[in-house]
């Protein structure tokens, strides 16, 4: 209600103006119950999510986040009725295709979190080619899509035996995660009400703050990513310290 008095648009920079917050996570939930509130199929929900996830990423950008994480497709949601994953599976060529026309005036690097060998020959290829393309550029974008945090962590032990250790430390596993380009979560968000972490970032989550919203993704905006934001704030991060 107050958000609503309020309005949608955000404080904008001052916000983060500490620049405490480096990377936020979004665990984007909520996208079927809220179609099915207003009677439309599962996949609505979806494609409203997608748009607000784009709106995000953009104001993300705007108060000085360096790294942003959505989980748009677990390891386990192909567990889904196929014309659900379809239609997952049509907004995200959709982003592709617009990615390929205009990225290259948004500053932002895509980075695809997840094994991409499930996908279409030709998918993995363009996935791959935009994440070269886009190197260096300044909002790191990691879309976890086929993610899982333990096949992650899996993947990352497997790499290491493949260049033949036999011992590792912790630093090895950070260094051959899928989100080997960012720092480490400061911040994990789960709209949708649910409280819990749903194999999402397990590794890196050690020393992350957790938010849990009941707003449903479709209805969030840049407001509720500056209450987010206002809460990060108020924590006191020790690390394990005192
Ligand atoms: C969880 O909500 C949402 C998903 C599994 C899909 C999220 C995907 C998008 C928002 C599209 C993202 C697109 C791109 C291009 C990254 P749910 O369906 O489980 O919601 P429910 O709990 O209400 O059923």
């Known amino acids: 209600m107050i958000t609503r008095l309020l309005g949608k648009r955000g404080a904008g920079r001052k916000v983060n103006a500490e620049g405490k917050l480096r990377h936020i996570a979004f665990i984007m939930d909520g996208n079927g119950r809220w179609a099915k509130k207003r009677g439309m199929p599962r996949t609505y929900g979806h494609a ?23 989980y748009a497709f677990s390891t386990e949601n192909w567990k889904r009725p196929k014309e659900e994953v379809d239609a997952i599976m049509k907004i995200f060529r959709d982003y592709l295709d617009e990615a390929e026309r205009s990225f290259s005036q948004k500053d932002i690097q895509l980075h695809f979190l997840g094994s991409k060998s499930v996908f279409p020959e030709e998918t993995a290829k363009r ?49 051959h995660l899928y989100t080997k380009d960012s720092p480490p979560p400061d911040l994990i968000v789960r709209t949708g009400a ?49």
Not at 48 to 70: D, L, N, Q
């Open 194 to 242: 649910e409280k819990r972490i749903s194999n999402f970032l397990l590794w890196e989550a050690a020393y992350a703050e957790l938010y849990f919203t009941d707003v449903l993704w479709p209805d969030f905006d840049e407001r509720q990513v500056d209450l987010c934001v206002a809460d990060f704030y108020a924590r006191k991060r020790r690390f394990g310290g005192i």
């Open 127 to 175: 996935m791959t080619a935009l994440e070269k393309a886009s190197a260096g550029r300044r909002l790191i974008l990691n879309i976890a899509v086929n993610y899982g945090g333990r096949d992650e962590i899996v993947h990352a032990v497997n790499e290491l035996i493949r260049e033949g250790r036999t011992e590792i430390c912790e630093e090895d596993i950070t260094s």
């Open 48 to 70: 409203a999510g997608a748009a607000v996830f784009k709106r995000i990423i953009e104001y993300c950008g705007k108060i000085g986040i360096g790294a942003v994480t959505v």
